[in-house]
């Protein structure tokens, strides 16, 4: 199956092969040279890239709130708001959209998944966000989303929260959200603003990371197959986001 990759560790692809179904990867990195944050440098080998222009020169300054922030066990759509306060307001997502849209539809067969990291989530979430709003064909069947952050609106450039628009993103979708990561509430107001019938989530007790341990990996590899064999069962919106359950 098709499998667009926007940031990924090679562990995962090693797990998901496992059971003898072929996955094809495709990689579709950022354009605009980025420094990461949060512990990322550990586990990624550079140069660093990201998709949307404006958060690059904001990052060094967000990072520190991120860091020292009381606000960690808060609503998660509150911790955004507070977000856009401290250094991210608005972002543009059209140009990140338009090239992730065009390397889709460049391709001799549709995708079934796209999963993204941190940013790239992000831009994975605009994009099925907005292939709806215009009844375009949806690119992708269903999405991966690790260490995520809600999308963004193409014409108020501001994150979509689920206590502030009614928009949802209804294809099954996997989160992996790591406890340990000071950003979590961002995966989980992403979480929120997808259905919650056909959403799964999957705590793999870490950091603003992609682990490659054999334990995280593991449920990692479970959730994605979940969404790709569409197996996914209704489950209690409220209990997912409290109970945090593990796979």
């Known amino acids: 199956m098709p499998f667009v990759l926007l940031k990924i560790a090679a562990p995962i692809k090693r ?83 338009a090239y992730i849209q065009d390397y889709a539809d460049h391709q001799s067969e549709p995708f079934d998944l796209v999963l993204g990291f941190s940013e790239g989530a992000s831009v994975a979430a605009s994009t099925i966000v907005h292939q709806a709003r215009t009844h375009c064909l949806n690119a992708f069947k269903g999405a991966i989303f690790i260490g995520g952050y809600p999308p963004y609106d193409m014409e108020s450039h501001r994150s979509l929260l689920a206590d502030e628009d009614t928009t949802r993103i209804r294809i099954p979708t996997a989160h992996i959200v790591g406890s340990a990561d000071p950003s979590r509430a961002s995966s989980l107001a992403l979480y929120n603003i997808c259905d919650a019938e ?50």
């Open 15 to 97: 797990e998901l092969a496992k059971d003898g179904k072929s996955i094809d990867f495709h990689c579709i990195n950022g354009k605009t040279e980025a420094h990461l944050f949060l512990g990322s440098e550990s586990s990624f080998e550079g140069p660093f890239y990201g998709y949307y222009d404006e958060i690059v020169s904001t990052l060094e300054d967000v990072a520190p709130w991120i860091l020292t922030t009381s606000l960690l066990d808060a609503k998660p759509e509150d911790w955004m708001r507070k977000f856009r306060e401290n250094g991210r307001p608005t972002v543009n997502p059209t140009a990140a959209v």
């Open 198 to 247: 056909t959403s799964i989530l999957f705590d793999h007790d870490k950091g603003h990371i992609v682990p490659t341990d054999g334990k995280s990996t593991m449920g990692m590899a479970a959730a994605i197959r979940e969404v790709r064999d569409g197996m996914l069962v209704a489950r209690s919106h409220g209990s997912l986001v409290a109970g945090m359950p593990k796979l």
